[in-house]
């Protein structure tokens, strides 16, 4: 486990990063990680963002990243939404085609 200056160090620049950069860092950083607690079964990480009006349910949707970042600056706003035709996940992205991190899926966004 890192010494509390290196956790410290390590939080102070994740805290720094906009939405983006979070995600894209977030997604490579668990890409080949498995969690599932049986061998024969897939299991993975995945970024998703809550969200909550006044007297309505909390609602969640992952975050999608796209294959390619196109040019957009790094703090563009996520501001796409799809629904996963695959798996039925509710999906959000900067994007109008991103993948859905939970199936492998490409979404096409609003």
């Known amino acids: ?5 290196s956790r410290t160090h390590a939080l ?3 805290q720094s990063l906009t939405d983006w950069q979070f995600a894209e860092f977030f997604y490579e950083a668990v890409q080949d990680r498995c969690t599932s607690d049986f061998a024969k079964w897939r299991g993975h ?3 998703a963002d809550a969200e909550k009006l006044e007297e309505e349910p909390w609602d969640i949707a992952f975050i999608g990243m796209p294959a390619a970042r196109q040019g957009w600056a790094d703090d563009v706003p996520i501001a796409q939404s799809g629904l996963c035709t695959r798996c039925g996940s509710p999906i959000r992205s900067w994007a109008k085609r991103v993948q859905c991190h939970v199936c492998g899926n490409e979404v096409r966004c609003t």
Not at 1 to 5: G, H, N, P, Q
């Open 45 to 47: 990480f995945v970024l």
């Open 12 to 14: 102070a620049w994740l």
């Open 1 to 5: 486990m890192a010494d509390d200056r």
